[in-house]
């Protein structure tokens, strides 16, 4: 496995992109998406308060996605690219999704030790939203499609997607990792072939490539609302 830090220039572009709202990135979110301390403190989800004493996996399905846009499967490396004529970016909800699920983790103090991503655009995106560790991306987390453009085996793919799900983090410290739904022949794991967009997936891992899982967090259980 390769694990790529995003690069400082990245990082800045990043950074402008995510105050003025260009580059597949985001402005603050709206809308139903917004929280209030009040409805942190009374969100009381037990699976995601475990997550506050860390050693866990976290892999998420990026955000929403604008379906107006499709990749164009045309050349070396398309993958990679964020131009939004050649690649399908998150929409504006999926941004918001993906900020407030950061604003959640930061607010409930949930302790993470690293965010690795997929390689494509609106993985790294999402990545760099939670706004909680800087991003590094391994293309052992890209969407199926993008590996066997690069000729690698299922077997392949399972092994680097295990051998990242089964990774302890350090102790007290969670790892977010940020991909795709997984299409493998056998499935990896059910639930992986299911999940929804910003949904998230809550692992154990155990070494050597082996993990538990340990539930699911659909998007709308970080997106905190108020309660009357």
Partial sequence: MQIVPVTPAVRLFALIALAVGIGGCATAPSGPWNLTEQAIQKSGDPLIARLAEGGYVLYFRHGKTDVEYQDRQDRPGWWKTCNPRRHRPLSDEGRAQMETIGVNMR???????????SEYCRAVDSGLLLQVMPVVHDAALN???????????DVEMVN??????????????????IGHVITVNPPLETVFTSMQEAEAVVLRPLGDGKYEIVGRVPVERWALREKG
Wanted: charged content about 20%; cysteine-free.
């Fill in 143 to 153: 969407h199926s499609e993008a590996q066997r453009y690069a000729m690698r085996t």
């Fill in 107 to 117: 607010a409930l103090r949930i302790p993470v030790a690293k965010v690795v991503t």
């Fill in 160 to 177: 680097g997607l295990r051998a990242l799900f089964g990774d302890k983090p350090p102790a007290g410290k969670n790892t977010v990792l």
